[in-house]
C-alpha cells in the first residue's frame, strides 16, 4: 500500500496522559499536514511541513501539542496533559510540492480520553 | 466566521435519483476547491480539485462544477454505494497551504 499510514487507528488514555501518534506520508511528497476532526465538523487545519521545516501552526494548536518531521520522512503529534476536549480524530495528510496539489489523507487515529 | 458552507446538511436519495450537493465559499484569492469523498470511520478520499470559474470535472456518477462563488456535486442515478459524507474545501490567499473544510453533506441513497 502506497498511501498515507498513521500510527495507531485507535488510541484510549486518561486524561493528564501524554499521547503520541505517527504518520508516514506517501513517499515521494514533500509536504505534510496534520488535521483533527470531531464528530460532524470537517477536518480543522493543526499544522503543516514542508520536508523537515514546520511552516505553519493554527492558533488551534496549543502548548501542550508539538509536531515534528526530523528527517522529513514520517511525523509524531505529541500531546501532554490530554484533556477530554482533545477526544477527536487525527488525521494526516502528504501532498507534492505544486502550490495547488490535492492533499492526500491517512485513516485517522481516533483518540478517546476519559 | 464560516467561510465555506455546505448545503444540505443531510440528503436522502432513493437509487437513481439524481441531485446535487452545494459549497459556498467567501474566501478572495481563491486557489483551489477540493471535493473528498469521507466513509465513517475513515480518512477523505480524494474525488476532484477545481481552480476557476466555469470550470468542470467528472468521475463515474460524479460531477463538479465551479462558480466565483460556489461549487456544486452532482450526483446522476447514484446507488447506495454513494452513500458517504461529502465534504467540500479550499485553499485561498498567498503563502499559506492548508485547506478550509466545509462541515459536510451527509448521503443516504436508499435502494
Known amino acids: 500500500d502506497t498511501g498515507v499510514s498513521q500510527d495507531p487507528r485507535h488510541k484510549i488514555t486518561k486524561r493528564g496522559q501524554n499521547v503520541t501518534f505517527r504518520c508516514d506520508p506517501i513517499s515521494e511528497h514533500n509536504r505534510l499536514y496534520w488535521y483533527r476532526q470531531t464528530l460532524g465538523q470537517g477536518p480543522e487545519f493543526l499544522t503543516y511541513f514542508q520536508n523537515e521545516a514546520q511552516l505553519e501552526k493554527s492558533r488551534l494548536l496549543s502548548d501542550r501539542f508539538s509536531a515534528e518531521r526530523p528527517k522529513g520522512s514520517f511525523s509524531t503529534l505529541e500531546i501532554q496533559r490530554t484533556e477530554q476536549g482533545d477526544s477527536a480524530m487525527y488525521l494526516c495528510?502528504?501532498?507534492?510540492?505544486?502550490?495547488?496539489?490535492?492533499?492526500?489523507f491517512g485513516p485517522g487515529t481516533r483518540l478517546t480520553v476519559t | 466566521e464560516d467561510q465555506v458552507t455546505q448545503s444540505p446538511e443531510a440528503l436522502r436519495l432513493q437509487e437513481g435519483e439524481s441531485s446535487s450537493l452545494n459549497c459556498s465559499y467567501t474566501v478572495s484569492g481563491l486557489r483551489g476547491l477540493f471535493w473528498y469523498r469521507q466513509d465513517p470511520g475513515k480518512g477523505p478520499e480524494f474525488l476532484f480539485t477545481?481552480?476557476?470559474a466555469g470550470e468542470e470535472k467528472e468521475k463515474e456518477r460524479l460531477k463538479a462544477t465551479l462558480t466565483k462563488k460556489e461549487s456544486f456535486l452532482h450526483i446522476t442515478a447514484p446507488k447506495p454505494e454513494d452513500s458517504a459524507t461529502y465534504l467540500c474545501?479550499?485553499?485561498?490567499?498567498?503563502?499559506?497551504?492548508?485547506?478550509?473544510f466545509g462541515t459536510g453533506t451527509l448521503l443516504a441513497v436508499q435502494p
Open positions: 477545481l481552480y476557476s
Open positions: 474545501a479550499v485553499r485561498y490567499g498567498g503563502a499559506t497551504n492548508k485547506l478550509i
Open positions: 495528510a502528504s501532498s507534492p510540492l505544486n502550490t495547488v496539489a490535492e492533499q492526500y
